[in-house]
């Protein structure tokens, strides 16, 4: 149980005067309200995903004299091929920004995860990536960019004596939700990107038959995220 207490900080619900941020052309999504804001900074206690925890050792009280006593990040893993997928967590000061003339905040804190799986084909091979973010109000939204899974068949000799020598493949998908974690609003964003090629096998100097497209092979959803606060 947290040390309960009384400050007038800077009159606007927090420490000090926030960061004010520039929008720019992020789509927004899921705003915390003030309320949700404030607890996000004042009674943050701990966050987990994954291998990944950072837990400050602090009191709400602490924030009083050091606003940055519950700010930091820690992680587990490493996202590279072969590695185990990484995990990332962290907590930063909270800031504001205005869209349409209305007032917004965004809450400091942050999750997410990343892995890149590469396997090799027979003559040919596939790479898989994914992350998955919780972040506050503000994102990219790239989702007109994102073409989805597609296979093509690859050509290859002289014009007019081109034959199919193979498969090649890719894929790029963004997917945007709203989540509530412990009463704080995020925007969960799951990105997937593959490429793959597979080709024929050459026997007797001839195109042997053509293999199957290359397929992704994601890693799965570590589930969402621990996040504790203080109580009083």
Not at 4 to 22: P, Q, R, V
Not at 25 to 52: H, I, R
């Amino acid at each position: 149980m947290a040390e309960s207490f009384e400050t007038l900080g800077a009159g606007n619900g927090f420490s000090s005067c926030l960061e004010k941020i520039i929008p720019g052309d992020k789509t927004l999504l899921n705003p915390p309200s003030l309320e949700q804001t404030m607890q996000a900074y004042w009674n943050f206690d701990s966050v987990t995903f994954g291998g990944a925890t950072f837990s400050p050792n602090n009191e709400p009280k602490d924030l009083i004299c050091n606003e940055s006593a519950n700010v930091g990040f820690a992680a587990d893993g490493d996202g590279r091929p072969g590695f185990p997928a990484e995990f990332t967590v962290k907590n930063s000061l909270p800031t504001f920004f205005f869209k349409n003339g209305v007032k917004y905040y965004k809450h400091g804190i942050e999750m997410t995860f990343a892995q890149r799986n590469v396997q090799a084909l027979s003559n040919g091979y596939q790479q898989s990536n994914i992350s998955i973010s919780y972040v506050s109000s503000l994102f990219t939204d790239n989702r007109e960019e994102q073409d989805g899974y597609q296979c093509i068949t690859d050509f290859f000799g002289p014009p007019g004596e081109e034959e199919p020598v193979g498969k090649v493949a890719s894929d790029s998908s963004l997917t945007v939700s709203s989540v509530t974690i412990s009463g704080i609003p995020f925007i969960k964003l799951v990105g997937k990107g593959f490429a793959g090629s597979n080709y024929a096998s050459i026997v007797d100097g001839k195109i042997g038959p053509l293999p199957p497209c290359p397929t992704p092979n994601y890693a799965d959803d570590p589930g969402t995220p621990t996040l504790n606060f203080h109580t009083y």
